[in-house]
T-cell receptor
Framework: GNSVTQMEGPVTLSEEAFLTINCTYTATGYPSLFWYVQYPGEGLQLLLK?????DKGSNKGFEATYRKETTSFHLEKGSVQVSDSAVYFCALSPLNSGNTPLVFGKGTRLSVIA | DGGITQSPKYLFRKEGQNVTLSCEQNLNHDAMYWYRQDPGQGLRLIYY???????QKGDIAEGYSVSREKKESFPLTVTSAQKNPTAFYLCASSIVVTQETQYFGPGTRLLVL
C-alpha cells in the first residue's frame, strides 16, 4: 500500500542552524510528493511539491528533492528562523491507483529558539 | 479572494447532541475532504467527495456523516455516536482527487461540555 514515514519529533534547533527533516515513502507507481506546514492553531499550507524523479521543490528557503532510488523526499533549510517553528507534514499523491486522496505522514514538530 | 472558510472557529457539544461543522470553498474545486487532528497527532481522513452528490468514507468515518449538495459546500455532522469528538477538524479541497495539491481551511476546534 501507500505510506509515508517521517522522522519523529520534536526537533529543536537554534536560530540559523541547518534543518533536515527526513521523509521516506512507499507507493505503487510514481507519486507526486508534497511538504505542508502547519503553524499553531491554523490549517495546513502547501510548502513545496515535486511531481517526478529528480525534481526539486523549493519555497521560502526550504527545498526537497524527489529521490526515486531511495524513495525519499527530505526537507532541508540552510538557516532556520524562529518564525519557522511549526509542524511539517510530508505527503504523497498516488498515481494510477484509483481516486486515492493524499497520504500524510504523522508530522514533525520543529521548534526554533533564539 | 479565493479560499476555504470553516465555521465556527470553536464549537461546543453537549453529550448526546449532534453538531454540524461548515466548510465552504470558492476555488471551483470538485474534490473536498474532512480530516480529524488530535493533539500531537497527524491527520486522519474522515470522508471525502470527488463530485457533487457523491462521497466516500475515509479511515475513521464511524460517528460522522456528510452531504455534498452543492459544489461549494461540504458540511460535516458529528453525531452522538462519536464517543470521543474532541479534536481539531480540518476541511480541504482540490481540483480533483489524484495528483493534486490540497488547500486547507483554518480549522474548527470541537470541545465536549
Amino acid at each position: 500500500g501507500n505510506s509515508v514515514t517521517q522522522m519523529e519529533g520534536p526537533v529543536t534547533l537554534s536560530e540559523e542552524a541547518f534543518l533536515t527533516i527526513n521523509c521516506t515513502y512507499t507507493a505503487t507507481g510514481y507519486p507526486s510528493l508534497f511538504w505542508y506546514v502547519q503553524y499553531p492553531g491554523e490549517g495546513l499550507q502547501l510548502l513545496l511539491k515535486a511531481t517526478k524523479a529528480d525534481d526539486k521543490g523549493s519555497n521560502k528557503g526550504f527545498e526537497a528533492t524527489y529521490r526515486k532510488e531511495t524513495t525519499s523526499f527530505h526537507l532541508e533549510k540552510g538557516s532556520v528562523q524562529v518564525s519557522d517553528s511549526a509542524v511539517y507534514f510530508c505527503a504523497l499523491s498516488p498515481l494510477n491507483s484509483g481516486n486515492t486522496p493524499l497520504v500524510f505522514g504523522k508530522g514533525t514538530r520543529l521548534s526554533v529558539i533564539a | 479572494d479565493g479560499g476555504i472558510t470553516q465555521s465556527p472557529k470553536y464549537l461546543f457539544r453537549k453529550e448526546g447532541q449532534n453538531v454540524t461543522l461548515s466548510c465552504e470553498q470558492n476555488l471551483n474545486h470538485d474534490a473536498m475532504y474532512w480530516y480529524r487532528q488530535d493533539p500531537g497527532q497527524g491527520l486522519r481522513l474522515i470522508y471525502y467527495s470527488q463530485i457533487v452528490n457523491d462521497f466516500q468514507k475515509g479511515d475513521i468515518a464511524e460517528g460522522y456523516s456528510v452531504s455534498r449538495e452543492k459544489k461549494e459546500s461540504f458540511p460535516l455532522t458529528v453525531t452522538s455516536a462519536q464517543k470521543n469528538p474532541t479534536a481539531f477538524y480540518l476541511c480541504a479541497s482540490s481540483i480533483v482527487v489524484t495528483q493534486e495539491t490540497q488547500y486547507f481551511g483554518p480549522g474548527t476546534r470541537l470541545l465536549v461540555l
